[in-house]
């Protein structure tokens, strides 16, 4: 019984020191980005007096000024329109490759899953220069399309695998019955796998957008025009001209990430469900 008690017991002091931890590590993760977002509210003297604190005095015109000053009207509108696009070819390529790296039978697939393996495994700064070189020879430069290019590239390699993991977990019987029910190959993805998938789908959608996102080393290099930068690019140029103006720092700092943390807001139980259920199949 004592040691029924002891085990009881160091369970209990187990789980107060995970908690604990936990805390501390939210604590960690959240903190900083409320500070942030309280100093947008400040005035400029007040957050370099005190970095750290509340408003004194609530000031609501530092974002509809950051806003127009800065020029992210027109930078969200790119950055989205970049997104979507991406997320929409990345989807149907990953999809379909997915299926049939990880369901049909045909000569190369082992390549097709090693080359995408090497893929992931090379720093995309390498290869910056000779795909400036291909899209200046193309006249993409300064134009959507040499983002949405790349963008699409470099997000397939990652993704297809880690669709390829989910997919090889779903039972080929399923599409096989789909198949005596007269479906093609097609039909039985569209029908039975892609229902079954769609968390994973979810996912890959949020991690291409957040990754295209914050992306700014690609988007500096293929756009210098004003009115096709991206958000990321925008942001960076307007800490150059107004970095003596530290609210309107924080206040651009705030526009700048509030897509990205809403939409974790939103969706942080799919996505969660949707890496841990990639991630346990095989």
Do not use: H
Not at 79 to 85: I, K, N
Not at 203 to 218: G, K
């Amino acid at each position: 019984m004592n040691s029924g008690v002891r085990r009881g017991a160091r369970y209990r002091i187990g789980t107060v020191i995970k908690m604990v931890f936990l805390i501390l590590m939210l604590l960690f993760a959240v903190l900083p980005l409320l500070q942030v977002f309280l100093n947008s509210f400040r005035t400029d003297r007040e957050v370099k007096i005190m970095p750290l604190g509340l408003p004194k005095e609530w000031v609501f015109n530092n974002y509809p000024d950051t806003w127009q000053i800065g020029g992210y009207a027109r930078a969200y509108f790119n950055s989205l329109l970049t997104a979507f696009v991406v997320i929409a070819v990345v989807l149907v390529v990953v999809g379909l490759g997915a299926y049939a790296i990880s369901k049909l039978q045909f000569r190369g697939r082992g390549f097709f899953t090693a080359y995408f393996f090497v893929a992931i495994s090379l720093p995309n700064f390498l290869y910056i220069v000779p795909d400036y070189f291909v899209m200046n020879k193309l006249g993409l430069v300064n134009t959507r399309w040499s983002l949405m290019i790349v963008y699409t590239a470099m997000q397939l390699p990652f993704n297809m695998l880690l669709l390829r993991t989910f997919l090889a977990g779903i039972p080929r019987e399923l599409e096989e019955a789909a198949k005596i029910d007269g479906c093609n190959e097609l039909n039985s993805f569209l029908k039975v796998t892609l229902p079954i998938a769609k968390p994973m789908f979810l996912t890959i959608a949020i991690l291409v957008f957040v990754n295209v996102w914050n992306e700014f080393l690609w988007s500096n290099t293929f756009i210098t025009t004003e009115d096709l930068k991206l958000v990321a690019t925008r942001f960076v140029k307007f800490t150059g001209e107004y970095g003596t103006n530290m609210a309107r720092i924080y206040t651009a700092s705030v526009i700048t990430i509030a897509p990205v943390i809403v939409l974790y807001l939103l969706f942080s139980r799919k996505f969660i469900e949707g890496m841990t259920s990639g991630s346990v199949k095989a």
